[in-house]
């Protein structure tokens, strides 16, 4: 046992630990008081497709990688669990787990964010009124994203399943729930919860009151008994028994997306962040009032400290992002490494007259056009290789723009700056050519991974080992600003050219699925 100032090679101690449970893998980063990463350790787990739209991940699995990433953390520190004063929590949202409380055996593979086998069932709970059934109570359409319509598919398909909830055997989480549950004891008194970011994912909570919603859950046939309790994002939750960090406070969850947005410091009335992946998010906070949507975003909640009032924030998806630059490299095989791109589309001084519409699987926010499908629009014999990639490029700006107009017209908020993370910011030509069509700054952070760092931020609040949000801020530095060099007779040409491509996508498919 060392004592608290760390016996750590990266400066002394004490320490914050964040578990960041992601789609394709689970990771523990250890972060110092400056807000720096000490180590990191991770471990993918199998995504499972038992049929075309599904996909499941293994709980269990699941669990026991979050276990060995933490162990593997601290060991890479060189510290104990005594130079950790608290854990933090961050998920992939709306992946759904239905176990039994009494053996903490999952009674069925979690059901991932992406699936889509609720299609049916949530055409159907929308009865005459539609996708906008529950818009008001939770701020999200009826969705195969959402958690609550695949728990009820669980309990429609699994033998004796629903029984067995009615008797109170069966707890539902999402996989912030399930960490917590087990982190903290399990089936031995672990902790049932979940924090307002997750819950607002549901479907099943109302973002006025920040409860669950009976009236919803008895519609959506779901019952309230299995649900955990609603905290908020940074508190403590209960201590870890057992493991590499037993007895250390658990004391934070947020969902992945929120939680980028705190680690951001978005922590004002239209700061935004957009995270550059395979799709892309973006959050603005809209401060202390859901706003409702008429463009196509979601109304979720951002974040709640403790007993503060809750923050709540629109979000904007983007299916089809980095996976555009994978497309490019792997089916046309136009650039042989993602990095490529940039300097072919360097190489041009424009596009060439081409725009590149990337409505793959439809469009996301703001269109939802799920009939949609991609374009490459304005080609002429002049355009080359070089070009397309440009278009590739701007295809991922122009997004951004059309759900910044979207959050500015729902909320009446201009965008100030956008801060951006994910693996597509270390493109520079992509960040200029975002700064230029936003027509505002754009700033990379220093430390790249601020999904961990917000879930650190809010459990170092949480335990006091940080005093306050301004002292969050000093912590955020930036490693990069781009600064709007367009004028605005072009931008205003070349999105209004974008906007007219973006029409030729869609009702490309039929009604009869042809």
């Known amino acids: 046992m060392s004592d608290n100032t760390g016996t750590s090679s990266h400066g002394t101690g004490p320490f914050i630990a964040a578990i960041d449970q992601g789609t394709t893998s689970s990771r523990c980063i250890v972060f110092d008081r400056d807000g720096r990463i000490v180590a990191v350790d991770q471990k993918e787990h199998e995504q499972i497709f038992p049929k075309p739209g599904w996909v499941e991940h293994n709980a269990a699995e699941i669990w026991t990688n979050v276990q060995e990433v933490v162990a593997g953390a601290i060991e890479k520190a060189g510290i104990t669990r005594d130079d950790v004063k608290a854990i933090g929590i961050t998920n992939q949202r709306e992946t759904t787990l239905l176990w039994d409380k009494n053996t903490g055996e999952p009674v069925h593979n979690a059901i991932v964010w992406q699936d889509t086998r609720t299609d049916a069932l949530t055409r159907e709970l929308g009865r005459n009124v539609g996708a906008d ?41 999402t996989m912030d729930t399930w960490t917590i549950w087990n982190l903290t004891g399990g089936t031995n008194g672990g902790a049932h919860v979940t924090d307002v970011t997750n819950a607002s994912r549901t479907m099943l909570m109302n973002l006025h009151t920040m409860e669950w919603d009976e009236r919803i859950c008895e519609s959506m046939g779901v019952p309230s008994v299995m649900l955990p309790e609603i905290r908020s994002s940074a508190e ?26 705190f680690g951001q410091c978005c922590f004002t009335e239209g700061d935004a962040k957009s995270t550059y992946g395979t799709g892309t998010f973006m959050l603005m906070n809209t401060a202390g009032k859901p706003v409702n949507s008429y463009n196509g975003l979601l109304t979720t909640v951002g974040y709640r400290i403790g007993d503060e009032p809750v923050v709540y924030a629109l979000e904007g998806s983007i299916a089809v992002t980095g996976a555009l630059v994978q497309w490019m490299r792997d089916q046309m095989g136009l650039i042989k490494t993602a990095p490529e791109i940039e300097t072919l589309a360097s190489s041009v001084e424009d596009n060439g007259g081409a725009y590149f519409v990337p409505a793959f699987s439809g469009l996301f926010a703001p269109h939802w056009a799920p009939d949609a499908r991609g374009v490459i629009a304005g080609l002429t014999g002049y355009v080359t290789k070089a070009h397309i990639a440009r278009a590739v490029l701007e295809a991922t700006a122009w997004q951004t723009r059309e759900i910044s107009d979207a959050m500015t017209k729902d909320s009446g908020v201009e965008l100030t700056t956008l801060k951006v993370d994910g693996g597509m910011t270390a493109n520079n030509l992509l960040m200029q050519t975002l700064a230029d069509v936003l027509d505002s700054p754009v700033v990379r952070p220093l430390v790249a991974e601020t999904t961990a760092l917000g879930a650190a931020y809010a459990a170092g609040l949480a335990v006091g080992f940080w005093p306050d949000t301004d002292a969050l801020r000093a912590n955020w530095r930036r490693a990069a600003e781009w600064t709007p060099q367009m004028e605005s007779g072009i931008r205003d040409r070349e999105y209004k050219n974008w906007l007219k491509a973006v029409e030729r996508t869609k009702g490309w498919l039929e009604d009869d699925g042809s």
């Open 133 to 173: 059934r529950w818009r008001r109570e939770t701020g999200l359409p009826l969705s195969t994203y959402f958690a609550g319509p695949k728990a009820r598919w669980l309990l429609d398909n699994v033998e004796g399943l629903r029984e067995r909830a009615e008797r109170g055997d069966i707890l539902f989480g």
């Open 236 to 261: 403590v939750y209960g201590n870890a028994k057992g493991g590499a960090l037993d007895g250390v406070p658990v004391a934070s969850a947020l969902g992945d997306q929120q939680a980028a947005l």
